[in-house]
């Protein structure tokens, strides 16, 4: 267990450090940074001095490996725009990111475990083809389009939640639904298909022999093996909604973390968007690994490979 | 039954296992099967009538969609009762007729997808055979470089990259190309490693095969069917993320009729006229559901013991 998890380890630090190197070229393909900071009225010679005043006149090597070393330290810089540090806006943004991932999660989870269960349970019939039906139809339908489907529907023509803002917890409802829509047909499929293998195994035939009651054979034997893989496939759809949450907070105006970046993208602030592109990379990378870690913890036969 | 893999690369290939390797088999066996899935009939059907619209763009469209009439603005579709049968599907905020902007915009959407795919696909497959077929080292680093890739934030990459080389068609198309090719290359990964160690590749190395030679008519014949089942289910992931970057006015810019865009415009008019989203979201999502229900249909038909 120590040697896989020191090893699993080794690889998420790598991961991390080459994300690193990625989002440090985003900055500097992004054109001059000298200029981008003294602002479009500045002379030569003020550039000039504010590439000295910044080093960016030294080495690339250099620059990256300073960078790294503030960003070790949450110091991400300056934004272009705000003239306040990356860090404080990131701080401001990031809760409301994940609370939104979470509920959106948890969400998904809710509906989409059970649902594969029961269309594992139910293999074959109706309820099996309206479950992957429903599935099908889910993956086809854009986050974007359900969000401001949603809005139409429950803001504007029921009027039971508001439409935009992230001011109180009926702003979260709304957007967690879309976001979380996104996960239900990926965490569906892994379930039904984990319960169909684990309700042909030997242990739950015996289970069934020896004449429990079926809810107890499905929900205590059958149930809690199935979901293991879930469990990995749960924390990589976090970080996928981590990341996918800018299209949602955009259709519903919420001042998180997705809004920050798209924000600073379409005003060339560069510096937001490579520490949010760095943050979220991180994030995912450790997500995966307690994911392996807890797979591992679950099901000792990952350890072995 | 294998134990459930750990995340990063092989929990990619675990969740996409039901996307796999399928055995070769008799065209006319697999044509009947074909027309027995319904599915893949309905999606079939579904894509077929969508191409043909956007290759007959000029002949259905009433109007020029890029003609604006600003006299004629905001007209609902025939169904309500202000419609008129002048313009079908109403016209939008610059009075430009809404049909002959969805008709044009099936041509944006199939171009994306389809040269998206290309692109992806070759890069992905060639790492992934690469890394199914050398093992070992070649392996590990490019399952590395995978990996590296799958933790990059898509959508926020996709949008920072786009907004770098500004915002076109062209530039929305190599931005997802470079991006979208993780599946392929786990896919292919698996799929070679499993070809690799038939006994015809092993017999064509016996024969002195060159190694070029055995990736190109051993492996990739036989990873065909997995390769285009990936393609179709890319190609609707590339759709999607083009409407979301042309909704956020990253991606393919005015006055291009793509339907991200024509959702992105139509934004501020929802509440008094919903189907100014409504209808360029519902195109939306008859093309994504034909392709996918396309890319599951064949994944049953070609390796139905993996269907789910």
């Known amino acids: 267990m120590l040697s896989f998890t020191s090893q699993r380890l080794v690889v998420a630090l790598s991961v991390a450090l080459t994300v690193s190197i990625v989002a440090f070229l985003l900055l500097h393909l992004s054109g001059d940074l000298a200029t981008a900071i003294a602002g479009p009225e500045a002379t030569a010679a003020q550039v000039a001095e504010v590439r000295h005043q910044f080093g960016l006149d030294r080495p690339m090597t250099l620059q990256y ?7 070790l330290h949450f110091d991400f810089g300056n934004s272009f725009y705000y003239r306040d540090s990356v860090t404080s806006l990131v701080a401001a943004r990031l809760p ?8 959106s999660l948890a969400l998904s989870l809710v509906i989409a475990v059970p649902l594969g269960a029961l269309a594992a349970v139910y293999s074959g019939t109706i309820v099996d083809r309206l479950a992957l039906g429903f599935c099908v139809l889910g993956q086809a339908v854009p986050a974007f389009c359900l969000g401001l489907g949603l809005i139409i529907v429950f803001a504007v023509q029921l009027r039971w939640l508001p439409v935009s803002g992230n001011a109180s917890w009926k702003n979260y409802v709304l957007p967690s639904i879309a976001l979380g829509w996104y996960a239900v047909p990926a965490v569906m499929r ?21 004449g429990l009651r079926p809810s107890v054979v499905i929900v205590k034997h059958a149930l809690r093996n199935a979901i293991i893989p879930v469990v990995a496939l749960a924390a990589v759809q976090f970080g996928f909604m981590l990341g996918g949450s800018i299209v949602i907070e955009a259709v519903f105006n919420m001042q998180g973390l997705g809004y920050l970046a798209w924000e600073a993208i379409a005003r060339n602030d560069f510096p ?9 990379a991180v994030i995912y990378v450790a997500l995966t690994f307690l994911a392996d870690v807890a797979n591992a913890f679950l099901d000792p036969r990952i350890r072995l490979i | 039954m294998t134990a459930p893999a750990p995340t990063g690369i092989d929990a990619a290939t675990d969740a996409l296992r039901q996307v796999m390797l399928a055995t070769p088999r008799r065209g006319s066996a697999l044509l009947r099967r074909s027309l027995g899935h319904s599915g893949l009939v309905a999606g079939g059907v579904m894509l077929v009538a969508i191409v043909a619209v956007a290759l007959a763009a000029p002949l259905i469209a009433p109007h020029d969609p890029y003609n604006q009439d600003l006299a004629r603005r905001l007209i609902p579709p025939i169904w309500h009762a202000k419609g008129n049968w002048e313009h079908v599907l109403g016209t939008d905020k610059l009075g430009r007729d809404y049909l002959s902007r969805l008709v044009f915009g099936a041509r944006i959407s199939l171009l994306i997808g389809t040269l998206t795919v290309l692109i992806s696909g070759t890069i992905g497959t060639a ?3 690469c890394a199914g077929y050398f093992g070992g080292r070649v392996d590990a680093v490019l399952s590395y470089v995978v990996t590296t890739r799958l933790a990059l934030p898509v959508v926020l990459v996709a949008l920072a990259s786009a907004a770098l080389v500004g915002g076109s068609l062209q530039g929305v198309i190599v931005v997802l190309g470079l991006l979208l090719w993780d599946r392929f290359a786990v896919v292919t990964r698996s799929a070679t490693q499993q070809i690799a160690r038939t006994d015809y590749v092993a017999a064509a190395r016996a024969i002195g095969c060159s190694t070029l030679r055995i990736l190109l008519s051993e492996i990739l014949p036989n990873i065909l ?3 285009i089942v990936v393609a179709t289910l890319e190609m609707a992931h590339a759709i999607l993320l083009e409407a979301a970057l042309s909704f956020l006015g990253l991606g393919v810019q005015p006055p291009l009729p793509s339907w991200g865009l024509m959702i992105s415009e139509g934004k501020q008019y929802m509440f008094f006229s919903p189907w100014v989203i409504g209808i360029p979201a519902a195109a939306l999502v008859c093309l994504v559901l034909a392709i996918n229900l396309v890319g599951d249909g064949l994944r049953d038909v070609t390796a139905p013991e993996n269907r789910d």
């Open chain 1, 65 to 71: 490996l300073d960078w790294l070393w503030r960003a």
């Open chain 1, 272 to 280: 937001v968007v490579q520490a949010v592109v760095l943050i979220l």
């Open chain 1, 96 to 103: 409301v990111t994940l609370t939104l991932g979470a509920i």
């Open chain 2, 127 to 129: 790492i992934g055979v």
């Open chain 2, 225 to 227: 069917n997995a390769l």
């Open chain 1, 190 to 210: 892994l379930s039904r298909n984990g319960m169909l293998e684990v309700l042909s195994s030997d242990y739950i035939r015996t289970a069934r022999a020896k």
